[in-house]
């Protein structure tokens, strides 16, 4: 823990949910860094941590562990130290005293995580007890049914090596076992494996397929295993998804999942940053080409940022703003470099060392980014950044004098340990009984059966990666906005005064409004009472203000999007209960903070009737036809307790206001409440509630098709109507398959930056007496990419000209063109529910589905 400066022990700090399965009470950190101190050179440190970790290291805790990070850091640890320490005692000078005690603590691990393979399909549980196995009541494990197919494929290489070295084969059979299965159950036509499958009957319960999160090392393991065993079958079943892989997945340069039953059809419209392993992974394939491409686009993400963020989407905007100061990156950085012998990748590696010392560094550490966006740490320093971060960046510019033994005669697992590959003819008494099946010839030269000859796929020649690089340069930029520039910490650091930020910013500050427009921010008094924030970056006094600027408008956004996420109210619904819908649909709607609140009172019912004017910002001139119903008005031009007081005064007993931006949805944005005015708004005594655009538009289609429309204002939807509905013709099957699937909410409230003026102008709404955005009429309230969203609510993709097409559209274009089974509801065909489309179109979006889930 960095910036606590403390180690983290389990059960003593606050948990943290499944991240925290890699920590076991085995000192992670030590063992997971050892072979680490032989690359560096720092052999007698070495020697002490060895003695350090046989003499306060116990693996028998009564403590819950991911299999798969126990196997990776400290079983991989373990086995990377004993392989430099029997080095180190053949030479002659340190570890003379050591006599195998890192592999007996090895093989004692290797023994705990057996019980965990005890299923039908040889697939291991995804955590045990390190001290009472699987099941039992005091293991607190032992109920799951689903694991990764990354956590089971990534055991072969430590479960062989410790079968090789100790000649117990129980290891290595029980690792084949578990590839074997996920082999066999690969989706056939496509070659492609899934995220997640059930560990007892072998079904996949995610069918998305990527080479990041979830699968990233199954592929890794695959190939190396056919290094360091020299099985051809390995070889075979990797060269069969790698073809799929580039096949389906690849699309340079991007990396992108894929359904695996339909492996044409996206799964989702971002990518992690596990999969920045694959260039690397390629490099050792010997498919040169892809590798430089996908790892040119992801320097230029992180030029972006300063660092990989942990998803971000295929225009290059930031997904998920976390940087764990993972390795994979590095990895493939020192891998090319190896491969083409290209100094560019000597100044990638310099711009990652200086990127870490200058952002991450803190005094006991390196601390992960919370934000890299705006620099924010995180107390973290997981175990992989000394194991392999370090490993890499010193590999990458060490000469081979500066290395005390030959790197080329061991190979790296997944966490960066070093095997050697003498152990491919040691102990060799497994029965080769896994020979793939099914296995088709692949027309492609590149998968001959050899080790890649780097002298002859790439003779050390820069201008061939840089030929490759060189239309990859600006993919970055030309794709999507330009990003917020952090602010150059020096210059303040030396004496000058730190900019304004934005939770000080007062718009009645005759000074704060001075520095904004040394900033560059114009500050834009709206008629409707809002504040618009201008930034301009060409009129800002000088580079760094220019930057203070970009910064305090973002600081602007992230404090707006905190206060609205505060409010958090569960969302109204508006129901429509007259003929022919009987309550059928309802639709999802914002509150206010004035007028009677549904949540304590009883609903309002009445029918609907346009006000004129129609924005209801002046006295009504059709009081006669909202008397007594519930007047609809468009929002904009005043405040919503404005608009509140002039239909009440017309007689009205509610309100609906409905959103002017066309398009707007409750699917794909935040609901918020209305505020009022900052007056007394005791006066208002009606419900008033706010409908989004397309929300709105089925209330209207209806008025111009019935006429009369009765509605049901509430905190939640009522039971249909039995009485009016009995009045009508009986009902047909496909009642049931109308009724509305429309209750959606969304849970965050979130504003986006607008760019203007290609990107150096930036716009953003505030209240001159409080920064929620979600306190005005008319203020933005757009979820922006750059935050985590709900993959199933919003899928949205932006092309250059701004323009937005999302799942939900889509699927309303299509519900156009089909025919409606009920004849009572002609207008359905425009506004046909949302649940009776996915309906039809469950397969395809049944990834979709499961992101909601999805964790890195």
């Known amino acids: 823990m960095p910036l606590t400066c403390r180690g983290r022990v389990r059960g003593q700090e606050p948990s943290r949910g499944d991240v925290d399965d890699a920590l076991g009470k085995f000192s992670l950190t030590l063992i997971d860094s050892l072979d680490t101190l032989v690359v560096l050179n720092k052999t007698k440190e070495f020697e002490d941590a060895v003695r350090k970790v046989l003499r306060d290291v116990n693996l028998d805790n009564d403590v819950v562990v991911s299999v798969f990070e126990t196997n990776i850091r400290v079983l991989g640890g373990l086995l990377g130290g004993h392989s430099l320490a029997i080095m180190l005692k053949e030479k002659g000078e340190y570890m003379q005293w050591y006599n195998d005690e890192l592999l007996q603590m090895a093989k004692q691990l290797g023994y705990k995580l057996l019980p965990a393979f005890n299923t039908t399909s040889g697939l291991p549980y995804p955590r045990i007890n390190l001290k009472f196995g699987i099941r039992k009541p005091e293991a607190r494990t032992g109920t799951e049914t689903d694991t990764c197919t990354a956590c089971a494929g990534t055991l072969i290489l430590e479960f062989a ?81 790698y073809d799929a892989i580039m096949r389906y997945i690849s699309q340079p340069p991007l990396l992108l999942d894929v359904h695996i039953h339909k492996p044409m059809l996206n799964a989702r419209t971002w990518m992690d940053a596990l999969l920045a392993f694959f260039p690397g992974l390629q490099v050792l394939k010997g498919d040169i080409r892809p590798a430089i491409e996908t790892h040119e686009m992801l320097y230029q993400v992180i030029k972006k940022h300063n660092f990989l963020p942990e998803a971000f989407t295929t225009d290059f905007r930031v997904h998920w703003a976390q940087h764990p100061l993972r390795p994979e990156f590095a990895e493939s950085t020192y891998f090319l470099y190896k491969a083409t012998g290209d100094p560019y990748y000597l100044e990638v590696g310099k711009t990652l060392i200086e990127n870490l010392n200058k952002y991450a560094r803190v005094p006991c550490g390196f601390a992960a980014m ?48 070093l095997l050697p590959l003498w152990l491919s003819t040691t102990n060799q008494s497994i029965s080769k009984k896994n020979t793939t099946s099914e296995y088709t010839e692949l027309d492609d030269s590149n998968f001959d059966w050899t080790c890649p000859n780097t002298q002859i796929l790439f003779p050390n020649d820069p201008l061939y990666a840089q030929s490759i690089r060189e239309p990859l340069k600006n993919v970055v930029d030309k794709s999507c906005p330009r990003g917020i520039i952090r602010v150059r910490e020096e210059s303040f650091r030396s004496g000058a005064k730190p900019p304004l930020r934005a939770r000080d910013f007062m718009a009645t500050n005759p000074e704060h409004l001075e520095i904004l427009k040394k900033m560059g921010v114009s500050l834009i008094h709206l008629k409707d009472g809002r504040v618009q924030l201008v930034q301009h970056a060409i009129q800002a006094a000088s580079s760094i203000d220019a930057e203070d600027g970009l910064r305090f408008m973002q600081e602007m956004i992230e404090l707006s999007s905190q206060q609205q996420k505060e409010q958090q109210l569960p969302p109204r619904a508006v129901q429509i209960v007259s003929h022919p819908f009987f309550g059928r649909v309802v639709l999802t709607a914002g509150p206010a903070q004035f007028g009677l609140d549904l949540s ?57 206001v409905i959103d002017d931006n066309e398009g707007s949805s409750s699917d794909t944005a935040p609901l918020f409440q209305m505020a009022g005015d900052g007056k007394d708004t005791d006066d208002i005594k009606i419900p008033m509630l706010f409908l989004f655009s397309k929300e709105g538009s089925i ?30 013709q009986p009902s047909s099957e496909n009642d049931s398959q109308n009724q509305s699937g429309e209750q959606i909410s969304s849970s965050s409230q979130e504003v986006d930056l607008v760019d203007q003026e290609s990107s150096e102008e930036n716009s953003l709404n505030s209240h001159p007496e409080s920064l929620s955005l979600a306190n005005m009429d008319n203020a933005a309230s757009i979820s922006p990419s750059e935050q985590t969203s709900n993959p199933t609510e919003n899928h949205e993709t932006t092309n250059l000209n701004g323009e937005c097409t999302d799942l939900d559209n889509q699927l309303q274009e299509q519900s156009e063109t089909e025919e409606d089974s009920n004849p009572n509801v002609s207008w359905g065909k425009k506004v046909q529910p949302i649940d009776s489309i996915l309906a039809d179109w469950n397969e395809d979006i049944e990834a979709f589905e499961m992101m909601e889930k999805d964790e890195l």
């Open 161 to 241: 090596a410790l079968s090789r070295f100790t000649g117990a084969t129980i290891f290595e059979e029980y690792a084949r076992k578990a590839l074997d299965f996920l082999w066999e159950k690969r989706q056939r036509s496509s070659n492609l494996v899934g995220v997640t499958i059930n560990i007892h009957t072998g079904d996949w319960v995610r069918k998305d397929s990527g080479v990041g999160a979830g699968i990233d090392s199954y592929y890794e393991y695959l190939l190396k295993a056919y290094v360091l065993l020299g099985d051809d079958s390995f070889l075979e079943r990797f060269n069969t998804h």
């Open 370 to 417: 919370k934000d890299v966006r705006t620099g924010s740490h995180e107390d973290r320093m997981d175990s992989f950044f000394l194991a392999e971060m370090f490993k890499y960046l010193y590999l990458l510019f060490a000469d081979k004098e500066d290395i005390i033994f030959d790197i080329e005669d061991y190979i790296f697992t997944t966490e960066a340990h």
């Open 600 to 656: 304590k009172h009883k609903e309002t019912r009445g029918f609907v009737a346009s006000s004129k004017p129609y924005n209801g910002c002046s006295e009504l001139t059709n009081p006669e036809a909202v008397m007594g119903k519930i007047a609809l008005i468009q929002r904009g031009q005043c405040m919503f307790a404005e608009k509140a007081r002039n239909i009440q005064n017309a007689g009205a007993i509610g309100g609906i």
């Open 699 to 728: 209330i209207l289609d209806a008025i111009r098709e019935y006429e009369e429309v009765e509605v049901l204002l509430s905190d939640k939807a009522k039971d249909r109507d039995p009485e009016m509905e009995n009045e009508e």
